[in-house]
C-alpha cells in the first residue's frame, strides 16, 4: 500500500463524504418513483415520530441552515407531503405536519431507506456495529458542541 492510499483512507472526513454522497445517490435512485429525494426523506421519517415541529427545530436537529431547511419543507409541501400551521402566539413561527398522502407511503419509505443501513451492516457483526455507531456518535457530539467552527 503506498503512503498516499493509506493516508487516503485514515482521513475521517473523506471516507464520511464518500459515504454520504453513495448514500445519498442510493436514496435518490430508491425513492425517485414516489418523488421523494435524499434530502427530503430524513424529514419525513422525523415527522413520523414527532409530528408538528418548527422549521427551527429542522434545523438544529439535522445542523442544517434555516434556508436549506426551507427550501426543502416547501418542496415538501409542493408535493403534498406536508402542511403548514402557523403558531397562534407567534405568526412567525409555522408547525409543520404529515398529510395523509405522506403518512400513506411511510411504511414503504421506511422499508427503502432501511436498505442502506442493512447493506451497510452487511458483513459486520454486532459488535462492530455498536462500536461504530459509538464512534459516529461521539463525533457528531464533539462537531455540535462546536458550532462556532473553531477547533479547540
Same mark, same amino acid.
Given at each position: 500500500?503506498s503512503? !498516499?492510499?493509506?493516508?487516503? /483512507?485514515?482521513?475521517?472526513?473523506r471516507?464520511?463524504?464518500?459515504?454520504?454522497?453513495?448514500a /445519498?445517490?442510493?436514496?435518490?435512485? /430508491?425513492? $425517485?418513483?414516489?418523488?421523494?429525494?435524499?434530502?427530503?426523506f430524513?424529514?419525513?421519517? =422525523?415527522?413520523?415520530?414527532?409530528?408538528?415541529?418548527? /422549521?427551527?427545530?429542522?434545523?438544529?436537529y =439535522?445542523?442544517?441552515?434555516?434556508?436549506?431547511?426551507?427550501?426543502?419543507?416547501?418542496?415538501?409541501?409542493?408535493?403534498?407531503?406536508?402542511?403548514?400551521?402557523? !403558531?397562534?402566539e407567534?405568526?412567525?413561527?409555522? =408547525?409543520? =405536519?404529515?398529510?395523509?398522502?405522506?403518512?400513506?407511503?411511510?411504511?414503504?419509505?421506511?422499508l427503502?431507506?432501511?436498505?442502506?443501513?442493512?447493506?451497510?451492516?452487511?458483513?459486520?457483526?454486532?459488535?462492530?456495529?455498536?462500536?461504530?455507531?459509538?464512534?459516529l456518535?461521539?463525533?457528531v457530539?464533539?462537531?455540535? !458542541?462546536?458550532?462556532?467552527?473553531?477547533l $479547540?
Open positions: 500500500m503512503k !498516499n492510499t493509506k493516508i487516503a /483512507q485514515t482521513n475521517v472526513g471516507l464520511i463524504s464518500i459515504l454520504h454522497r453513495h /445519498q445517490m442510493f436514496h435518490n435512485q /430508491q425513492l $425517485k418513483d414516489i418523488n421523494i429525494s435524499s434530502s427530503e430524513p424529514f419525513l421519517l =422525523y415527522l413520523n415520530s414527532i409530528d408538528g415541529v418548527t /422549521q427551527e427545530t429542522f434545523a438544529q =439535522y445542523g442544517m441552515d434555516k434556508a436549506a431547511v426551507t427550501r426543502t419543507i416547501q418542496s415538501l409541501e409542493e408535493k403534498g407531503f406536508v402542511y403548514r400551521a402557523k !403558531n397562534k407567534d405568526l412567525r413561527c409555522n =408547525y409543520i =405536519y404529515l398529510t395523509d398522502k405522506s403518512k400513506d407511503i411511510l411504511p414503504e419509505l421506511r427503502r431507506v432501511d436498505r442502506w443501513n442493512a447493506f451497510l451492516k452487511e458483513g459486520l457483526d454486532d459488535k462492530e456495529v455498536e462500536i461504530v455507531i459509538s464512534i456518535n461521539r463525533m457530539e464533539k462537531v455540535e !458542541n462546536n458550532r462556532n467552527g473553531e $479547540k
